[in-house]
């Protein structure tokens, strides 16, 4: 087990829009969990691409996962998907949520995180800080005929390039 259970008893809604962290370092230094699917099966993996926004006058995520990964599977068939954010002391966790497939290892057990049902069948973390709690509005695939930067194509050696999910925001919780 990589990590110490430390459960969260509750969890407090906060409007998104109170958040005063960098999202750059939430998602692209700290990383997210992505999870989807409901508390009976589920997958989840580590990001450290995607985003917060605007959009369609809603508050939304966005987050990408390649078809190959076990989580992909997941993302397509729910409506919710969390992103969930962990204290530094975590991030042993997360490396190994991005370096094993749920195909093939207990991810919770392996890491001691402790799954848990926060909204409408969205599976977290007892141990998340900060989570927010998606639904889905749109997915597409990232199309390389689209790329301005040819540069960018280098981040897809074997051609699997991502899925886009963007999902609106339906509650904000950070665990007390």
Not at 55 to 70: A, D, E, G, H, Q
Not at 101 to 112: I, L, P, Q, Y
Not at 146 to 159: G, M, S
Request: glycine fraction near 6%.
């Amino acid at each position: 087990m990589i990590a110490s259970v430390d459960m969260k008893q509750s969890w407090k809604r906060i409007e998104p829009e109170t958040i005063r962290e960098n999202p750059f370092t939430l998602i692209g230094t700290e990383w997210m969990l992505i999870t989807a699917g409901t508390i009976e099966k589920w997958n989840t993996m580590t990001a450290s691409w995607g985003g917060v926004c605007v959009l369609w006058s809603k508050n939304v995520t966005f987050c990408f996962v390649r078809p190959t990964r076990y989580t992909f599977e997941f993302m397509n068939s729910a409506d919710r998907y969390t992103l969930s954010f962990f204290s530094k002391r975590y991030k042993p966790a997360l490396q190994y949520c991005g370096a094993h497939s749920g195909r093939d290892v207990d991810k919770a057990a392996e890491t001691g995180l402790a799954p848990t049902e926060v909204a409408d069948s969205a599976v977290s973390f007892e141990q998340a800080r900060l989570v927010f709690v998606c639904r889905k509005l749109h997915q597409q695939d990232i199309d390389p005929g689209c790329f301005v930067d040819e540069t960018i194509d280098l981040n897809y050696a074997e051609k699997d390039y991502h899925r886009m999910y963007i999902g609106e925001v339906e509650s904000c919780l950070i665990g007390e």
